[in-house]
Nanobody, 116 residues
């Protein structure tokens, strides 16, 4: 299973970015997909996740600003980020857990930098 993330870059505070992550390879559908981020000197943290049934979960720090969605037909998860703040600066990683193999797979990470 390979995950290819895209859409990171540089944004000004208050701006928006949209991340995408597509899964490919040999697997039997995908259960959960999500986005994590890791800022310099900090641990990787959950940003948002979405189940196959559409249930979403967000970190308190991004609630109301970020929206996670998925296109199951394309095995793709999106993260729409708005009202960006410098504290959102981090490398963002997508994660997916297929039904089979029932393992966590990670994308390569995409850098998001928010300038004040």
């Amino acid at each position: 299973v390979q995950l290819q993330a895209s859409g990171g870059g540089l944004a000004q505070a208050g701006g928006s970015l949209r991340l995408s992550c597509a899964a490919s390879g040999r697997f039997l559908s995908i259960n959960d997909m999500g986005w994590y981020r890791q800022a310099p000197g900090k641990q990787r943290e959950l940003v948002a996740s979405i189940t196959s049934g559409g249930t979403t979960n967000y970190a308190d720090s991004v609630k109301g600003r970020f929206t996670i969605s998925s296109d199951r037909a394309k095995n793709t998860v999106y993260l729409q980020m708005g009202s960006l703040i410098p504290e959102d600066t981090a490398v963002y990683y997508c994660k997916a857990r297929p039904v089979y193999p029932n393992l966590d797979y990670w994308g390569q990470g995409t850098q998001v930098t928010v300038s004040s």
